[in-house]
């Protein structure tokens, strides 16, 4: 009896101690680990043109690049700090989520489908980029491949455990689809549609205008994207961990920033008039979308 005792009167200060410890890291808020530690963890892409990507020389660039550099000014800004720090990591298809769900880093930026995840502890930012899948196909077979069709024994490249996989695979189940992976799966993809080895790549749009582009390939003479709208609308978010409100805010108020709206300029500039046209198609496709949601529920 006095052993037990005495474990129970253990178990009561243990848990007295753990009620009057300091919060734990792992509990902080991201600003609040920010202030203290003067350091911003950063994720990103080195394999998606060009939001992150190696150049020729081997050096890092992209958009979320500038982004990041926006991002550390307006937190010396809010947080009273002379010198904030940067550390990168390099993030991929297949970790990023984890990056941020178990606190590695603070946000990831990179070309991230809004979606529910629940099985992440992760939030998306609002939408910062709008873009969707597309084909990208050579000139000589862009009257063969009509996406319109059911493109039955079209070889068709995909990124594996993307977006763009599955929604070719349901709405193309007579198409052979072609698995890439891995940080190059994109680059080989393409290299296997120029050697012919397959008949189409399917990839967000952007991507595919970013890659042509590192490879040299000649936009609207050898090759061009089909159909000139996407075949479904994705939103990019930056992946941030959950539960943090007041970072969740600051990021979405940085987003809206005029300086992250001349990032854009900088970068999509020249393809500014066909980003319009595809975001035009994806608000009518949104409105026509509610308009038969709202008649469904009515007709119930």
């Known amino acids: 009896m006095k052993k037990l005792f005495l474990n129970l009167s253990l178990i009561n200060l243990l848990l007295l101690l753990s009620c009057a410890l300091p919060t734990s890291a792992q509990e902080q808020t991201v600003l609040e680990k920010i202030d203290e530690t003067g350091l911003l963890e950063v994720g990103i892409r080195e394999d998606a043109v060009?939001?992150?990507?190696?150049?020729i020389n081997g050096n890092l660039e992209g958009l979320c690049l500038d982004f990041i550099?926006?991002?550390?000014?307006?937190?010396?800004?809010?947080?009273?700090?002379?010198?904030?720090?940067?550390?990168?990591?390099?993030s991929t298809l297949y970790n990023r989520f984890e990056l941020v769900s178990d606190r590695i880093v603070d946000l990831e930026c990179g070309p991230n489908t809004i979606r529910e995840l629940p099985e992440y502890r992760i939030q998306f930012s609002q939408p910062f980029?709008?873009?969707?899948?597309?084909?990208?196909?050579?000139?000589?077979?862009?009257?063969?491949?009509?996406?319109?069709?059911?493109?039955?024994?079209?070889?068709?490249?995909?990124?594996?455990?993307?977006?763009?996989?599955?929604i070719m695979a349901e709405k193309y189940p007579l198409a052979n689809l072609v698995p890439f992976q891995g940080a190059t799966g994109r680059a080989?993809?393409?290299?296997?549609?120029?050697?012919?080895?397959?008949?189409?790549?399917?990839?967000?749009?952007?991507?595919?205008?970013?890659?042509?582009?590192i490879q040299d390939l000649r936009l609207g003479?050898?090759?061009?994207l089909v159909p000139t709208n996407p075949i479904d609308c994705e939103e990019y978010g930056l992946i941030l961990p959950d539960n943090?409100?007041?970072?969740?805010?600051?990021?979405?108020?940085?987003?809206?920033t005029p300086s992250v709206t001349n990032i854009y300029q900088d970068w999509f500039g020249e393809i500014a008039p066909q980003l319009e046209s595809i975001r035009l198609f994806c608000q009518g496709n949104r409105i026509l979308e509610e308009v038969e949601e709202s008649e469904e529920i009515r007709e119930e």
């Not at 060009?50 to 150049?55: I, L, N, T, V």
């Not at 296997?192 to 189409?200: N, T």
């Not at 943090?244 to 809206?256: D, K």
């Open 129 to 166: 980029f709008l873009t969707g899948t597309q084909l990208l196909v050579s000139t000589e077979k862009a009257k063969r491949i009509n996406p319109n069709r059911n493109l039955r024994n079209v070889d068709i490249g995909v990124l594996r455990n993307t977006t763009n996989e599955q």
């Open 188 to 213: 080989r993809g393409i290299q296997a549609l120029r050697a012919d080895k397959i008949d189409a790549f399917a990839s967000d749009g952007i991507l595919l205008v970013g890659e042509a582009l």
């Open 69 to 90: 550099a926006i991002l550390r000014e307006k937190l010396k800004e809010k947080l009273n700090k002379k010198v904030i720090a940067i550390k990168l990591y390099k």
């Open 50 to 55: 060009p939001f992150g990507y190696r150049d």
């Open 244 to 256: 943090n409100p007041e970072w969740f805010n600051f990021i979405n108020s940085v987003i809206n």
């Open 221 to 224: 003479l050898d090759y061009t």
